[in-house]
């Protein structure tokens, strides 16, 4: 685990003008991520001083030469993993793992190895691949995905992780069929995606697992069929006494380590187990009967941003909300300026609400 970052705080920065190939967008709204806390607490390792906030919409200002998909004054849906769509992981139908984006998440980079951001020539971050705490900030052109004129930004922003990666996680990662029996190990912003992915994946039993009882309700009206209360209940027996023999499909969505062997030891044999949260580095898995995992032939999935391909998917998100199929606006709780930034960050730490998102 590494030191937590020095304070938040609002400063004025310089930000370059766009390149070759690249998007200047002014910020309109971002959600706070538990990824965004993960860095702030040190449980992830950032370069600092770094412009955090990934999760964000707005609208282009200026497009670099070359740009061709989006013009000023358009609408646009950020992604803090572009993808190339000619590497080899690209190629091979693996987006998240692009060879020339991939990177940026870790390094805080554009694949150069520069950043548009500075502060009285010290260079400056730009977090998780987006830097979008603010008011403005540069992006690659296939890191933005034009949307309708009338989406509203405040509530698509979270398209940009939260929905993409938990409907993706159901759909793309673990590709749940219709009649599966799912277990959701956390019921935050990323949790209640999945939950609505399996909704939408027709899962007839879809079974929430999370200690604060807000959520546990907001789980019932997203689509879960049952909800457990892990403080007071044993998980693994009531998966057990619902199905008979455990669950086809089971997703760590809290971003705790021994929640994934507890999906594991949820799964009935040949079932499957998504990571759709991130642990901290200090926190690993281990499985004292490696054998017993081998021969009962579960399985365990890693998942990055749902899998998703964010050009192909946040217009399939988009349409199921239009077709009514998928809840965007009870996922967001509770908006603040950005100013407020570390009021959100104290409701996230203590379990307030489903998702903040900040108005820039």
Same mark, same amino acid.
């Given at each position: 685990?590494?030191?937590?970052?020095?304070?938040?705080?609002?400063?004025?920065?310089?930000?370059?003008?766009?390149?070759?190939?690249?998007?200047?967008?002014?910020?309109?709204?971002?959600?706070?991520?538990?990824?965004?806390?993960?860095?702030?607490?040190?449980?992830?390792?950032?370069?600092?001083?770094?412009?955090?906030?990934?999760?964000?919409?707005?609208?282009?200002?200026?497009?670099?030469?070359?740009?061709?998909?989006?013009?000023?004054?358009?609408?646009?849906?950020?992604?803090?993993?572009?993808?190339?769509?000619?590497?080899?992981?690209?190629?091979?139908?693996?987006?998240?793992?692009?060879?020339?984006?991939?990177?940026?998440?870790?390094?805080?980079?554009?694949?150069?190895?520069?950043?548009?951001?500075?502060?009285?020539?010290?260079?400056?971050?730009?977090?998780?691949? +987006?830097?979008?705490?603010?008011?403005?900030?540069?992006?690659?052109?296939?890191?933005?995905?034009?949307?309708?004129?009338?989406?509203?930004?405040?509530?698509?922003?979270?398209?940009?992780?939260?929905?993409? +990666?938990?409907?993706?996680?159901?759909?793309?990662?673990?590709?749940?069929?219709?009649?599966?029996?799912?277990?959701?190990?956390?019921?935050?912003?990323?949790?209640?995606?999945?939950?609505?992915?399996?909704?939408?994946?027709?899962?007839?039993?879809?079974?929430?697992?999370?200690?604060?009882?807000?959520?546990?309700?907001?789980?019932?009206?997203?689509?879960?069929?049952?909800?457990?209360?892990?403080?007071?209940?044993?998980?693994?027996?009531?998966?057990?006494?619902?199905?008979?023999?455990?669950?086809?499909?089971?997703?760590?969505?809290?971003?705790?380590?021994?929640?994934?062997?507890?999906?594991?030891?949820?799964?009935?044999?040949?079932?499957?187990?998504?990571?759709?949260?991130?642990?901290?580095?200090?926190?690993?898995?281990?499985?004292?009967?490696?054998?017993?995992?081998?021969?009962?032939?579960?399985?365990?999935?890693?998942?990055?941003?749902?899998?998703?391909?964010?050009?192909?998917?946040?217009?399939?998100?988009?349409?199921?909300?239009?077709?009514?199929?998928?809840?965007?606006?009870?996922?967001?709780?509770?908006?603040?300026?950005?100013?407020?930034?570390?009021?959100?960050?104290?409701?996230?730490?203590?379990?307030?609400?489903?998702?903040?998102?900040?108005?820039?």
């Amino acid at each position: 685990m590494t030191a937590p970052m020095a304070p938040v705080e609002l400063t004025e920065i310089q930000i370059a003008d766009p390149r070759v190939g690249e998007v200047l967008v002014r910020v309109h709204y971002c959600g706070l991520c538990h990824s965004d806390l993960s860095f702030i607490n040190g449980h992830m390792p950032a370069p600092g001083p770094v412009v955090l906030g990934h999760e964000a919409a707005g609208i282009v200002e200026e497009v670099g030469p070359g740009v061709t998909s989006v013009s000023p004054g358009d609408k646009v849906i950020l992604t803090p993993l572009p993808n190339c769509g000619h590497c080899y992981f690209c190629l091979r139908q693996q987006p998240t793992l692009c060879s020339v984006y991939g990177s940026s998440l870790m390094t805080a980079l554009l694949p150069d190895g520069t950043s548009p951001l500075s502060r009285d020539g010290q260079l400056v971050y730009r977090g998780l691949g +987006t830097g979008a705490f603010a008011e403005y900030t540069i992006m690659p052109e296939v890191g933005v995905v034009k949307v309708d004129e009338d989406v509203p930004l405040d509530i698509a922003c979270v398209l940009g992780c939260a929905v993409q +990666t938990g409907v993706g996680a159901v759909l793309n990662t673990a590709k749940v069929e219709e009649g599966a029996t799912v277990l959701v190990m956390g019921a935050g912003g990323i949790g209640l995606a999945v939950t609505q992915g399996a909704r939408i994946a027709g899962a007839s039993t879809i079974v929430v697992s999370d200690p604060v009882e807000e959520r546990r309700e907001a789980a019932l009206r997203f689509g879960a069929t049952h909800v457990v209360d892990p403080s007071t209940q044993d998980v693994q027996g009531y998966c057990l006494g619902l199905t008979g023999v455990g669950m086809d499909y089971c997703f760590e969505s809290a971003g705790v380590a021994a929640l994934i062997e507890l999906g594991v030891n949820c799964n009935r044999p040949g079932g499957t187990t998504v990571c759709v949260g991130a642990p901290p580095l200090d926190q690993g898995i281990s499985f004292p009967m490696a054998t017993l995992f081998a021969v009962s032939e579960k399985k365990l999935l890693g998942c990055l941003l749902g899998s998703s391909n964010t050009q192909r998917e946040v217009p399939r998100l988009l349409g199921l909300w239009k077709a009514g199929r998928l809840d965007l606006e009870a996922m967001v709780t509770q908006q603040r300026p950005l100013a407020e930034l570390d009021l959100a960050v104290e409701d996230m730490r203590a379990g307030r609400g489903l998702r903040t998102v900040l108005a820039v």
